[in-house]
């Protein structure tokens, strides 16, 4: 069974992990790595590190590991011989799809559609998601702007050489602080941190600022408005400014959560009012739930405690999907074949994963737990910051999906690197940010454990 | 065992296999597939479809299944219960990766690696292969261009907003015919056809000519050399006008035959000669080898054939490696962290049967035997040719990377369609042309019975 709690030996990375970083780096550049992985030996919430480390593990693969390490049930999924065939023989899907591929999308992720989405394409990882939904926009706007007149010659042969008309301005309007992905055309849209994009060519879309509130929230409410009424006149700006020019606004991509540039939340009023001035603009709204979605905010879907009046045009998922891809609503679809199309179309192998997956999140109600373990870590995190506001501020969270500040970048690595030398593993964001990202089999006893750590590092500090 | 040849028994696609599609259509756009399969009773180079058709594969999965259907040594990676922990527990590799990952990749990659390569980063498709195989080039080139300066604040705060001088000017040249990939940077260097490209935004990159040669080569020596010098001077040319625009030519990205844009081959000496021009405008070469490499030209990658002085600064791949990628020079790694990143990084158990693969192709000789049965496909397409140069032109091939002319896009499409009513699965690609891709089990005597069968198509048209 699990381990009751963290066992730490050595200083993390121990002496074997930074052997392999060492071994690693002769193949690749390896400075990123936090530690080598005895994947064998991980269980449930606990990874355990080449140097024999039981580790909590709040970070549990950059938020990818939907039921922690080694789920029972996932490996009957591989000890089913009728399963293996599939793992050995991956199919070019959008050519020559599997016979039963219809029904596992609709058992999958069909089953955990967000609210009017009967359409699902799958791909492979976040990124590639996010640029198909970029291009499903863009033929969807130009088929407007169409208005069902034929393609003409001149638009095929531009195109081949990256020319207009064929070739079309259009932009993809996106937010301060935002990560999307980082292909090119995903990182024109992400906006977190320079690292991500310094020295690589952009395309020059329309940015506009994302909320950024005062913590707690109950004391700020006029001003948080606001801040959504400053946020929300830039998008009607932008929307001017780009479309005026003739780089017509197609979309707007949003995450419900800007996980990865500091955990920053925006009132559900926002997101109302942003889905109404991008629809009254004739753009689409894409919402990135690459990291949000798949139940660590209690629902299948973060976007979902927006009450939107109107479904998403387009969401995108990968992470604890397990396989990439976007919903999205039948007008996106192409008209054609080979537009949106890869080789591979995602992998059938992640969706058999994802099937079980679903089903042990519905049959030990492991949304409920999201909400239960998410109730204890909020009081918790914000009891702990009422007692060390000089180390704690700004807790905030949806779920377990929960992040606090340390109150700067040198004050957050120091309560970072202390956590990990106690054993629990959480997940730098932002500036100045910690953020948490359990998998779903995260239950209160697990937040007790993390609790009675963190309260220990911030005495030390 | 595999049959002893084709068997059909209804039309292709079949009524199963259309009920599927209509099925599938209620899903997602479902327009591009050509049938349904039944991969569980597929085996070795025939493919089985959702009508018990059995159908000589010689496309298999758009070229990316290296030994067939159902191979047994890979069934038995399946079968190994130490090898299911890794299909459960996909890890972010450049943050936690698994103990054993390097010597995985020496196993693997590394023993296959292009000549003067010691680095590789592993990616989950062609496309994010590219796409950071260009963001390496572009910080190399930037390095380069700072000369040991340090990176000031204003590149770093004006990156954020995807201005310079953070993001660069900096362009990849392509081929006219090219085929890159559909993640939109990708697609900017993609010129194969219209379908991929129209409604979609392209940056400015330069664009040269990409050699077309008249067949027999050997009838068209002058004319061809002359073809090269065409195309080499508009590279030179597109270098000086971006250049000196401003929009600086960081590398030239090149597939050693365009796979998707026709099978359209270029001479070695015109690749070594591209390589020359590229190295004196201090630009990068990036070898696009996701269709090419893996062993289909009977050595494991194509420009092996050309016998360039230098190593190609990067190679990229997919397809038949089953794991996405690149290898390159170590002037190219990255100085930091995050740069070249993504959650997964790749996925283990695609390179967990890579190397079985690998192994296999050793054990079984299966460079010679592609080289074996290339020998007899292109003997017999040339005969074929000869025989009825109405239906058949320019064959043209290494190893089994087959192709022929149709003389036009109706009579390619005509042919194409017999052959697949008599079960023999075809690739089409570019205006009018047939391509072979099968894969590296494929033997002599598949040869046979696939040219009986075209020699019995061409004298039904
Ligand atoms: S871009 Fe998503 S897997 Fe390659």
Redesign the pocket.
Same mark, same amino acid.
């Given at each position: 069974g699990e381990p009751s709690g963290p066992c730490v030996k050595t200083t993390i990375p121990g002496p074997k992990s930074l052997q392999m970083i060492a071994d690693l780096d002769k193949i690749q550049f390896a400075g990123s790595i936090f530690y080598f992985t005895d994947i064998k030996n991980s269980l449930g919430n606990y990874i355990v590190d080449a140097d024999g480390n039981s580790i909590l593990d709040l970070l549990t693969q950059i938020s990818s590991l939907p039921l922690g390490y080694n789920h029972p049930d996932l490996l009957k999924v591989l000890q089913d011989p009728d399963n293996h065939i599939a793992f050995i023989n991956r199919p070019a899907l959008a050519i020559f799809p599997t016979q039963g591929w219809p029904e596992k999308l609709t058992s999958s992720l069909l089953s955990v559609a967000p609210k009017g989405h009967t359409q699902v394409t799958t791909? +492979?990882? $976040? +990124?590639?998601?996010n640029?198909n939904a970029f291009k499903s926009t863009f033929m969807w706007y130009r088929n407007k702007q169409r208005g069902g007149a034929p393609i003409t010659d001149e638009e095929h042969s531009s195109c081949l050489v990256n020319k207009g008309p064929g070739s079309t301005p259009f932009t993809i309007m996106s937010f301060k602080g935002s990560f999307h992905g980082q292909?090119l055309a995903c990182l024109t849209t992400t906006h977190s941190r320079s690292v991500f994009k310094l020295d690589f060519p952009a395309l020059d879309w329309p940015i506009a600022s994302f909320p950024r509130y005062k913590y707690p929230l109950e004391d700020h409410i006029k001003e948080n408005e606001a801040e959504d009424r400053r946020c929300l006149a830039e998008v009607e700006e932008q929307f001017e400014i780009y479309n005026k020019a003739g780089k017509f606004v197609a979309g707007v991509v949003v995450e419900p959560i800007q996980a990865e540039g500091g955990d920053v939340h925006a009132s559900p009023e926002f997101f109302r009012e942003l889905q109404r001035i991008t629809k009254k603009n004739g753009a689409a709204l894409i919402l990135d739930e690459v990291q949000t979605g798949g139940g660590a905010t209690g629902k299948y879907w973060c976007h979902e405690h927006f009450n939107l009046p109107d479904p998403v045009d387009i969401v995108t998922f990968s992470k604890k999907m397990l396989t $990439?891809g976007f919903y999205s609503l039948p007008e996106f679809r192409p008209q054609q074949g080979l537009k949106i199309f890869n080789t591979w179309m995602g992998d059938p192998t992640k969706v058999l994963l994802l099937e079980k997956v679903l089903q042990v999140v519905k049959r030990d109600n492991l949304l409920k737990m999201v909400e239960l373990s998410g109730k204890k870590l909020m009081d918790g995190l914000k009891d702990l910051s009422r007692r060390f506001p000089q180390h704690m501020q700004n807790v905030r969270g949806i779920g377990t999906f929960c992040a606090f500040d340390s109150g700067s970048q040198q004050k957050r690595d120091e309560t970072f690197f202390r956590l990990q030398q106690h054993g629990i593993q959480p997940g730098p964001c932002g500036e100045q940010t910690i953020r948490l990202r359990p998998s779903l089999v995260f239950q209160p006893k697990h937040a007790d454990i993390f609790l009675d750590i963190l309260e220990k590092v911030l005495k030390e500090i």
């Open positions: 791909m +492979a990882c $976040g +990124a590639c998601s640029e292909t $990439g």
